[in-house]
């Protein structure tokens, strides 16, 4: 036996090298291959697992998501839908007899993309076959779930849009009258809600649970059938403030919302206890004067009302997606920590938490096994995309291999954290990457590649823009600047109304200290980013002419300018006034349009055509300027786009703009 055995594992040595030799680098096409896998759900005999795959059709240049369904000990892995349509939020029936989930299969209309945008409830076997279509509206379905005795499906729709209803086909004018008036994707907003209906699933009967000037969301059902909990905002003018409550109705129709919480904040994402009794929520650590720059609490309230219990209060970490454990004694729930996102468990009784799972790794999406008390989770780390995982007792499991053959060619990225000291002696965190085959002891050129935001943190995920510029040659740096989380309340409310000078100082800290470590070269730095990122972007090579080359996209300098273009007319004037009473504090934010003349920095400016969160006109205000100015400057214009680029080309496309840019000016 040993005579053969000693060549067989020669051959394996082989083989093994001759692959590892043909791995190349991360490049902008890879974009057309990546594969992302989200939306874990579990059978309720805790034996299946569906999921959502998303991969890129390059015939039709768009991603196209199916639905995939896994084995609990991960042996089986079947694919169930496969049509050139979107399919999405898989959803077992409660007797484990069917899976259900949106689709806008076979709709005739489309939209001014050309895209069927109208989702309807379709129903299949779990066994397999056939779907069948068991909604015909015409109002958007954005979520649904069902009773838990499978007899009806609550249903969270859209009211009917009845704006391209002219005999001529030209679409009716917008008519507005509402204070937030425009919206990301959404575009112009008109009077339309969003509601609750039950659909009778023998029947196909659909009957109105609410209505009115309100929108419903979040919207779950007791475990006995008899209650639904929903999140609204019943203030006087929903668009002026972020006061979201947490309402309960009877399961039926004429049945009237009680408030159950009454926090000046959001009440969000409500969970019913085990047994009925309470419902577990986040509140938000501040009321609507600082939503954005707070964090969100782990509240319990009695559902037939009462007061709160806020079971983290005293714990200074972003928390997400509540869920109860089978026992009801515990609710888990996921944590930002200083670049991590860990999965942890409060104790109800004693108020404390322990952790599930941690790491340099970022969990997602945890969901409840009922048969035997375990959990369901996303899970990616820096060399490996998102992936399902079973959390069990004695540790996690994988469960998914579908982004393998995406990272086969591939070769892996050098990541590790590093922390900085800014001027002002404020320790930044972050994350660097570079590349494979780096040499030891050279200098690199570096990209400060910043993140978007500017509440958020770069984590130790797989990050798929910053691994295309490494393998391009670059030490990149992710920097978790003032205003990010996973370092507690103070950190985010550091840039409370003065934006681009804390951050801007972080920035430049972390990029002294990968130059004192002999990482990176000092007269061969970029900056780059998008939305918040962007804007940081033109805030720094206004500052500073250390930069040899930027990439600017989505955002804007002439801040003065945003007020009524974007989005954000709430946060402007709680956080800086509206500009007629505070001018001063709009111009000094301006800043760096208003000292475009300091910029010396070549800059690439990127944006959305149909950007309503940060509109392309503060890219072309900073590209009009600098080509004023003789600034090398050039600009690009994404068809159709809102602020998240989704064609697949236009996303290759920039980052092979990204590279060219650079390429340009820093090697």
Known sequence: MKKFLLPAITLSIIITSAFAQTKRPLNPSDFLRYVDVSDPQV??????????????????????SDIWMVSWDGKDNVQLTNTMEDESTARFSPDNKYISFLSSRNFDETNDDGKNDESQLWLMSRLGGEAKKITDVKNDIEDYAWSPDGKKVLLVMDDIDYSDTSESGNRLPYVITRYHFKQDIEGYLDNRKTHLYLLDV?????????????????????????????????????????????????????????????????????????????IAYLQSSSDENFTMYGEDVLAVIPASGGTPNLISASFDKQLYTPRWSKDGQNIIALMEDDRQQQVVSFNIATEKYTTLASGEKVFSNAELNQSNGDWLVNMTEPQTPNELYALEKNGLRRLTHATDSFLAPIQSIKVEGFQSRSKDSNLVSGILYRPANAPANVKLPLIMYIHGGPVGQDDYEYDLYRNILAAAGYAVAAVNYRGSSGRGKDYIRAIYGDWGNKEVTDILGAADYLIAQGIADSGRMGIAGWSYGGILTDYTIASTTRFKAACSGAGSALQLSMYGVDEYVTQYETELGPPWANADKWIKLSYPFFHADKIKTPTLFMASQKDFNVPSVGAEQMYQALKSLGVPAELVIYPGQYHEITVPSYMQDRFTRYIDWFGKYLK
């Open 43 to 64: 059978s309720p005999d805790g034996k299946w697992c569906t999921y959502v795959v998303t991969t890129v059709d390059t015939s039709k240049d768009e991603t196209n």
């Open 202 to 278: 023998a029947t196909h009967d659909i009957d109105t649970l609410t209505s009115g000037n309100y929108n419903e969301e979040q919207a779950a059902w007791s475990p006995d059938g008899k209650k639904i909990a929903f999140v609204s905002n019943h203030s006087q003018d929903p668009d002026k403030n972020e006061n979201d409550d947490i309402f309960i109705m009877d399961a039926m129709q004429g049945a009237i919302p009680y408030q159950l919480t009454t926090w000046k904040g959001e009440d969000t994402h409500p969970q019913w206890s085990p047994d009925g009794k309470y």
